[in-house]
């Protein structure tokens, strides 16, 4: 009787963790995206690049709030990114002149 009251609770939990994980993994995704422009040569928008570049998990997508752009030598223009998730919406704030992951809401 208690597991059937608890195992609800217990799902939210988990998916909100694993939530939490995949945000951190693509944050890392996003974070690394100068580096491998400069490692390659490329440049581009960040959702470019993103698109040929980064995986996101499955019914996520990433729109640019503020045109981001980063340039061959792996200097990014910062700005504002949102990644559209299952869970809802969230924009992170990207810290020129690597485009450090912030945060947001």
């Avoid at 995949?22 to 690394?32: K, P, R, T, Y």
């Avoid at 996520?60 to 990014?76: F, K, M, P, Q, T």
Wanted: proline letters at 6%.
């Amino acid at each position: 009787m208690v597991l059937a009251l608890a195992a609800p609770g217990l799902g939210r939990v988990y998916t909100r963790l694993e939530t939490r994980s995949a945000l951190q993994e693509v944050s890392n995704g996003i974070g690394a995206l100068p580096l491998l422009a400069w490692a390659l040569g490329e440049e581009g928008t960040l959702e470019e690049l993103a698109a040929r570049h980064l995986e996101l998990p499955a019914g996520w997508s990433l729109a640019e709030v503020d045109a981001v752009y980063i340039r061959a030598n792996g200097i990014c223009s910062g700005g504002r990114v949102r990644l559209l998730t299952p869970q809802g919406e969230r924009d992170l704030e990207l810290a020129p002149p690597l485009c450090m992951v912030g945060g947001g809401g």
